[in-house]
């Protein structure tokens, strides 16, 4: 093992609750602290910054969905998670190019993370589906959809916006859409 | 039925965003259990929305990082955490201490022994130097040294020697303009740029008087660039503005900053101003630009006795050499950027937009 970056980043335990409180100051300390980590284990083992990007956040996607989850024990150090994580995604991706190294440098301890991966995986198939079905759903439904589901607005405001007549057309419109939507994401 | 699907789509979301009253939540569940169907539709929906959330907190998370790494400064990190370099570098960062000193030494014993000898006095007319880089010459000494040990007739280089200097790009489809210094004589010219990647070259316009050669990339492998960064400026500059620059004085590009010291060159050249900039052979041919990216002028040669006086060709000239380029001889329009995509940026940011754009200029 080389050189470790010394990062003196906050303690776990905050991270832990900035996560589930969906803290962006949270999330700054986190990237800063932890992302010369996986630029270091990317750089010495033939990727560049772009890879590095690439594969950090998706490792913090990995810890987000795994701390939400609710299944995050705090029996390894988060540095050692998200370095596991890192070095497995890259690894994968060197594999998926078939490059492959001779010997990986590592630069910390890891862990085994093939559960944790899998669920990855699974979630992350889903949301490619979710993105392609709402990319051919078009509008006026992506943004109705967006507008009731994700942003939690009204009918009335849904109504008054896309300028229906009555609240009973928008309510129309928006199970038509609800329908396609449900078609193209679990036909898919 | 239509009708009565759209009620239960509607109830369904009224449930799942909790906007029912006890009452209604208490028929909801009964009729859940009595009618599986609707048991079903009401699992269906919930997790079509759950993955429609879950979507749009991947979307969020992403953007609060991407907008994070953007305040990152990642060629500091790089800098920290790059791999070793190979042996070569290796061995010069541990016995460089060890050269230094005996360069220190020689350095020393060869100004004493000019001092003495009334050397600095008599020599100020060949006090400028110009800044093109003998690729070469630590080979040649050594073929030198090997030669003297074995005691053969000297005869004088077979190879002319390969010399080096900086160029920087006029026009996306492939125009370099570098110092005629750099180039004269040349059987062959290669740029190469801040990837590594050398594409051949040819000069298509010289004008020794201001010390400019335009060249133009002639390899088939070279592709266009994006448009340019950075604009010519067509005033003078002022003295004491901030200024910078890019050169190969070694094989990467390294940046060197500095300020405006004159308005003209070496004993009272118009055409060039002085730089107190650090530059070294190899910058010869490099871009100066200010604050704002526009290129001011070019590296042309440092005075060789004074610390931090180099001097730069003013833009103006290079403007003009390019309009007395016979437009109609080019295979491709030489057209000149009049968008500056660099003002405003941070020194660091510039550096990065600029580096594609800056080549190392290789003589045979």
Same mark, same amino acid.
């Given at each position: 093992m080389k050189k470790e970056i010394k990062s003196s980043g906050p303690a776990d335990s905050e991270i832990i609750l900035g996560i589930l409180n969906d803290s962006k100051e949270i999330l700054n300390r986190l990237y800063v602290t932890y992302f010369p980590m996986v630029l270091q284990l990317v750089l010495n083992n033939s990727g560049n910054e772009d890879d590095a990007k690439d594969v950090f956040q998706e490792s913090v996607i990995v810890l987000y969905n795994k701390v939400k989850s609710g299944n995050f024990e705090l029996n390894s150090k988060l540095k050692t998670f998200i370095y596991s994580v890192s070095r497995r995604l890259w690894l994968k991706r060197l594999n998926a190019q078939s490059k492959t190294l001779r010997n990986i440098e590592d630069f910390s301890e890891f862990i085994p993370v093939e559960d944790d991966l899998e669920r990855h995986e699974e979630k992350d198939r889903q949301f490619r589906v979710m993105e392609l079905a709402l990319n051919q759903l078009g509008e006026p439904c992506k943004t109705i959809i967006e507008d009731y589901?994700? +942003?939690?607005?009204s009918m009335q405001e849904i109504c008054e916006k896309f300028g229906y007549t009555n609240a009973d057309n928008a309510k129309t419109q928006k199970y038509k859409c609800l329908q396609r939507l449900k078609k193209l994401f679990f036909q898919a | 039925m239509m009708k009565s699907d759209i009620e239960l789509t509607n109830q369904i979301d009224a449930y799942l965003r909790g906007e029912l009253t006890d009452s209604e939540i208490a028929d909801f569940e009964k009729k859940r259990v009595e009618d599986p169907a609707f048991d079903i539709k009401v699992v269906e929906q919930q997790n079509l929305v759950l993955h429609l959330t879950d979507y749009a907190d991947r979307m969020k998370l992403s953007s609060e990082m991407n907008a994070i790494h953007e305040t990152l400064d990642i060629y500091d990190l790089k800098n920290q955490v790059a791999p070793e370099a190979p042996l070569i570098r290796r061995m010069w960062k541990k016995y460089r201490i060890n050269t230094a000193i005996a360069a220190t030494v020689a350095l020393i014993a060869v100004s004493g022994t000019l001092l003495s000898t009334g050397y600095f006095s008599k020599t100020i007319s060949t006090n400028v130097s110009l800044l093109r880089r003998e690729i070469n010459s630590i080979k040649k000494s050594q073929n030198a040294l090997i030669k003297n040990i074995n005691d053969k007739p000297n005869k004088g280089p077979v190879n002319p020697g390969q010399f080096g200097g900086t160029g920087f790009a006029l026009s996306s489809n492939g125009y370099v303009v570098t110092n005629y210094h750099v180039v004269q004589g040349a059987d062959s010219l290669y740029v190469q740029n801040s990837e590594g990647e050398a594409f051949k070259a040819k000069m298509i316009y010289i004008d020794p008087t201001y010390d400019l050669a335009v060249l133009q990339i002639t390899d088939p492998a070279f592709k266009d660039l994006d448009i340019l960064p950075y604009t010519f400026k067509k005033t003078v500059s002022d003295v004491g503005e901030d200024v910078f620059t890019i050169g190969f004085p070694r094989d990467d590009q390294v940046f060197g900053k500095g300020y405006l010291s004159s308005k003209n060159g070496y004993a009272g050249d118009t055409v060039a101003y002085q730089v107190s900039i650090p530059v070294n052979p190899g910058n010869s041919g490099g871009p100066l630009l200010d604050n704002r990216g526009n290129i001011i002028g070019i590296i042309n040669g440092k005075q060789? +006795?004074?610390?931090?006086?180099a001097f730069a060709i003013k833009s103006t000239y290079i403007l003009k050499s390019i309009e007395a380029i016979p437009q109609d001889s080019l295979d491709e329009k030489l057209i000149i950027s009049k968008r500056n995509s660099l003002s405003g940026l941070s020194r660091k940011d510039q550096f990065k937009k600029l580096e594609p754009f800056v080549y190392m200029v290789k003589v045979y």
């Amino acid at each position: 093992m080389k050189k470790e970056i010394k990062s003196s980043g906050p303690a776990d335990s905050e991270i832990i609750l900035g996560i589930l409180n969906d803290s962006k100051e949270i999330l700054n300390r986190l990237y800063v602290t932890y992302f010369p980590m996986v630029l270091q284990l990317v750089l010495n083992n033939s990727g560049n910054e772009d890879d590095a990007k690439d594969v950090f956040q998706e490792s913090v996607i990995v810890l987000y969905n795994k701390v939400k989850s609710g299944n995050f024990e705090l029996n390894s150090k988060l540095k050692t998670f998200i370095y596991s994580v890192s070095r497995r995604l890259w690894l994968k991706r060197l594999n998926a190019q078939s490059k492959t190294l001779r010997n990986i440098e590592d630069f910390s301890e890891f862990i085994p993370v093939e559960d944790d991966l899998e669920r990855h995986e699974e979630k992350d198939r889903q949301f490619r589906v979710m993105e392609l079905a709402l990319n051919q759903l078009g509008e006026p439904c992506k943004t109705i959809i967006e507008d009731y589901y994700l +942003q939690s607005k009204s009918m009335q405001e849904i109504c008054e916006k896309f300028g229906y007549t009555n609240a009973d057309n928008a309510k129309t419109q928006k199970y038509k859409c609800l329908q396609r939507l449900k078609k193209l994401f679990f036909q898919a | 039925m239509m009708k009565s699907d759209i009620e239960l789509t509607n109830q369904i979301d009224a449930y799942l965003r909790g906007e029912l009253t006890d009452s209604e939540i208490a028929d909801f569940e009964k009729k859940r259990v009595e009618d599986p169907a609707f048991d079903i539709k009401v699992v269906e929906q919930q997790n079509l929305v759950l993955h429609l959330t879950d979507y749009a907190d991947r979307m969020k998370l992403s953007s609060e990082m991407n907008a994070i790494h953007e305040t990152l400064d990642i060629y500091d990190l790089k800098n920290q955490v790059a791999p070793e370099a190979p042996l070569i570098r290796r061995m010069w960062k541990k016995y460089r201490i060890n050269t230094a000193i005996a360069a220190t030494v020689a350095l020393i014993a060869v100004s004493g022994t000019l001092l003495s000898t009334g050397y600095f006095s008599k020599t100020i007319s060949t006090n400028v130097s110009l800044l093109r880089r003998e690729i070469n010459s630590i080979k040649k000494s050594q073929n030198a040294l090997i030669k003297n040990i074995n005691d053969k007739p000297n005869k004088g280089p077979v190879n002319p020697g390969q010399f080096g200097g900086t160029g920087f790009a006029l026009s996306s489809n492939g125009y370099v303009v570098t110092n005629y210094h750099v180039v004269q004589g040349a059987d062959s010219l290669y740029v190469q740029n801040s990837e590594g990647e050398a594409f051949k070259a040819k000069m298509i316009y010289i004008d020794p008087t201001y010390d400019l050669a335009v060249l133009q990339i002639t390899d088939p492998a070279f592709k266009d660039l994006d448009i340019l960064p950075y604009t010519f400026k067509k005033t003078v500059s002022d003295v004491g503005e901030d200024v910078f620059t890019i050169g190969f004085p070694r094989d990467d590009q390294v940046f060197g900053k500095g300020y405006l010291s004159s308005k003209n060159g070496y004993a009272g050249d118009t055409v060039a101003y002085q730089v107190s900039i650090p530059v070294n052979p190899g910058n010869s041919g490099g871009p100066l630009l200010d604050n704002r990216g526009n290129i001011i002028g070019i590296i042309n040669g440092k005075q060789t +006795q004074v610390d931090g006086a180099a001097f730069a060709i003013k833009s103006t000239y290079i403007l003009k050499s390019i309009e007395a380029i016979p437009q109609d001889s080019l295979d491709e329009k030489l057209i000149i950027s009049k968008r500056n995509s660099l003002s405003g940026l941070s020194r660091k940011d510039q550096f990065k937009k600029l580096e594609p754009f800056v080549y190392m200029v290789k003589v045979y």
